[in-house]
């Protein structure tokens, strides 16, 4: 069958910092020197956080209206910003934190 993927990954959602976020329900952080590992339960993906920041974000993430909001909070500087906003997108896309919906 010409031009058919089997069993490609699916794509997490896009991210986009000015949405709500947080961790996802079925990832389990532990904290490391470095930073943490991130285990997902559901797809068994291990990620490394090697930001002690970074893992203060992906933490507090639900506690903030949005990402951009939790960057803030967390200290990140201004030119930092987009390499934190990478970092988070490619958690999400591994789907280590999820869209939170808001009420």
């Given at each position: 069958?010409?031009?058919?993927?089997?069993?490609?990954?699916?794509?997490?959602?896009?991210?986009?910092p000015?949405?709500p976020?947080?961790?996802?329900?079925?990832?389990?952080?532990?904290?490391?020197?470095?930073?943490?590992?991130?285990?997902?339960?559901?797809?068994?993906?291990?990620?490394?956080?090697?930001?002690?920041?970074?893992?203060e974000?992906?933490?507090?993430l639900?506690?903030?209206?949005?990402?951009?909001?939790?960057?803030v909070?967390?200290?990140?500087?201004?030119a930092?910003?987009?390499?934190?906003?990478n970092?988070?997108?490619d958690?999400?896309?591994?789907?280590?934190?999820?869209?939170?919906?808001?009420?």
């Amino acid at each position: 069958m010409r031009g058919v993927l089997i069993d490609a990954p699916a794509a997490g959602p896009a991210f986009d910092p000015g949405l709500p976020w947080r961790r996802a329900r079925s990832v389990a952080l532990r904290p490391e020197p470095f930073g943490a590992l991130v285990y997902h339960f559901g797809n068994r993906k291990l990620s490394f956080l090697k930001s002690k920041t970074l893992v203060e974000v992906v933490e507090t993430l639900a506690d903030h209206p949005s990402a951009a909001a939790a960057l803030v909070a967390c200290g990140v500087p201004d030119a930092q910003i987009p390499a934190y906003v990478n970092a988070l997108a490619d958690l999400a896309r591994s789907r280590m934190i999820e869209r939170r919906e808001t009420p």
